[in-house]
């Protein structure tokens, strides 16, 4: 089959939701080819899947996208905070789960960037838009028939749903984020493990005029409505005249999608807001599952889940997407150092190493979340229990790699600690810290995506060592020295210490990977800084 394909890609991307597009925006900026086959017929019409964390921003802030997606989302720029109340009109019926994202202003010590509300059929066509302008061919109206893998690629058809003309890819490697239904999964035969379903929710876009005079100053991302026998979550599309209602649906009893007629929801919806007459005209419906399951494994061969297709999560927290377009990332410049010989084929094994616990950790944090929030909808089983556990953004944010594509991890620690800490320990995401480099203000951050980076002091001998190493391994390697010396290429802004920021002595360095995680570090000086830092590299790109 590999002699009589019609398209040869290194990569094939299926899906083309929130997960795919990422993929395809990561797989682009680091140069490599690839097609996205989605079955439907456009990105997405329904408001849903928001909530984008900080973690996910800076990605997209290196990737590039992070000032198209906030033009996208400046309608609802204002909105902060979980609100949970028995009725909208009656102040003194409102709980605030969460008042403000950021209250204290602490993300600002960790991160460039913040969070972000933009809808699913907002930022899906910026993600597109960008991949496509690079090296991206993204299909709509294309639908997987079938795949096969060799030792050498993988062979699929995939056919044109308007044309039915049916076309053969070859493939180097081919990407499932296909959806929690993952029919890649499926051929796969690949398990899933977890407390499975967990609620149902018909998610119902209308129009109401006067719900703002209702709201007045409200400004919220979700209010849980906890009215007896109306229950729902509403959520603003643009705080004008659209709106998106989350009501409960319980298959288990015998309700279909069918008793969701307009009538019932105009009548729902009314009775949860608590005004009688409020003017609602219902535009479309959308059933939607609630579910912890995460695949066993994440590969079979040089096909891989991402997304959905890997892990499903509750809503409660934006945690499933997030941790999606975290996988997507996380697998792309791992494909990038293969397909262009840097790494060995057994670099890919440490994504689902990396990838696969930070979902179970997480998809538990989400469910646990849903409990705390009283979702409607969702009755949590008795068992469930432990207390709050850790916040928002050390989930998103603080997550750990003790195995993979690293050097020294630290076996014993959590997946998901209980406190943020992001002082440079190997496996987590390196520190944030501002930097002048040549006059231009930036983030350590934005120096991680497309290449290696070691970060030492000026006047040690590391990035002559780095220099050196990437000649050995043929490898994009990048090397500053921080300080504020004649040979300083980056100089620390507001008196701040890089080598404290890191948890070194300044005679040390740190090597982080592509993706922003700390791949290995040297505390201190060494005897022969070029060996060790070779022999860190390549055990982390597998080269023999």
């Known amino acids: 089959m590999e002699d009589k394909a019609d398209v040869r890609v290194p990569v094939l991307v299926v899906g083309g939701s929130l997960v795919g597009l990422s993929t395809s925006l990561f797989l682009s900026r680091h140069g490599v080819r690839h097609l996205l086959v989605e079955k439907h017929s456009g990105t997405s019409l329904h408001p849903r899947g928001r909530g984008i964390n900080a973690r996910t921003m800076e990605l997209f802030r290196t990737a590039g996208a992070e000032h198209a997606i906030r033009r ?3 309608v609802l720029e204002g909105n902060q905070g979980i609100l949970q109340a028995t009725s909208l009109i009656d102040s003194e019926q409102h709980n ?3 008042k403000e994202i950021d209250p204290s202003g602490q993300l600002s010590r960790f991160s460039p960037t913040g969070w972000c509300l933009c809808s699913q059929n907002n930022i899906e066509p910026v993600l597109a838009a960008q991949s496509g302008a690079m090296c991206g061919d993204i299909r709509f109206s294309t639908e997987l028939m079938n795949f096969d893998q060799d030792e050498t690629g993988v062979t699929a058809v995939v056919k044109d749903r ?8 070859r493939a180097d490697f081919l990407i499932a984020a296909d959806g929690p239904r993952s029919p890649v999964r499926e051929q796969l035969r690949i398990p899933q493990t977890g407390n499975g379903e967990l609620f149902h929710n018909v998610s119902v876009t209308f129009r109401s005029r006067r719900l703002p005079e209702v709201l007045g100053d409200l400004r919220f991302i979700v209010c849980y409505l906890m009215r007896p026998g109306a229950d729902g979550a ?19 009893d015998g309700e279909t999608l069918e008793d969701f007629t307009d009538e019932r929801c105009v009548e729902q919806i009314r009775a949860a807001i608590g005004v009688p007459d409020l003017d609602v005209v219902i535009g479309g419906k959308a059933p939607w599952h609630a579910a912890e399951r995460v695949a066993e494994q994440y590969s079979v061969g040089r096909v891989f889940l991402a997304g959905d297709a890997a892990h499903e999560m509750s809503p409660t927290g934006a945690f499933g997407s997030n941790t999606g377009i975290q996988d997507a990332h996380n697998l792309a410049w791992k494909i990038a150092a293969v397909l262009d010989g840097s790494a060995g084929m057994e670099l890919l094994d440490t994504y689902e190493a990396e990838r696969l616990p930070v979902a179970i950790a997480t998809s538990e944090r989400a469910s646990a979340r849903s409990a705390e929030h009283s979702h409607p909808g969702y009755a949590p089983p008795p068992t469930m229990g432990g207390g709050p556990g850790s916040g928002v953004l050390t989930t998103a944010m603080g997550y750990c790699y003790p195995r993979g594509a690293v050097v020294g991890g630290d076996l014993g620690r959590p997946i998901i600690p209980e406190k943020l800490r992001l002082k440079g320990d190997t496996g987590t995401r390196a520190p944030h810290m501002w930097l002048s480099r040549s006059g231009e203000r930036v983030s350590s951050l934005d120096l991680y995506e497309r290449s290696f980076v070691l970060l030492s002091g000026s006047g040690t001998p590391w990035r002559a060592a780095a220099e050196q190493v990437a000649g050995d391994l043929s490898v994009r390697l990048d090397a500053y020295a921080i300080g504020s010396g004649p040979d300083a290429d980056l100089v620390p802004q507001g008196g701040a210490d890089w080598a404290e920021v890191h948890g070194m002595s300044a005679e040390g360095a740190v090597l982080v990977r592509p993706d922003g995680f700390v791949a290995w570090r040297s505390e201190g000086a060494v005897p022969d800084p070029r060996a060790a830092l070779r022999g860190a590299l390549s055990t982390v790109l597998r080269r023999a």
């Not at 308007?162 to 076309?167: A, K, M, R, V």
């Open 234 to 252: 509403l959520l603003p599309v643009d705080n004008g005249t659209q709106w998106v209602f989350h009501a409960p649906w319980h298959p288990e």
């Open 96 to 98: 605030w789960l969460i």
């Open 162 to 169: 308007e044309t039915g003309e049916h076309t053969t890819v």
């Open 72 to 74: 996208a989302a400046s």
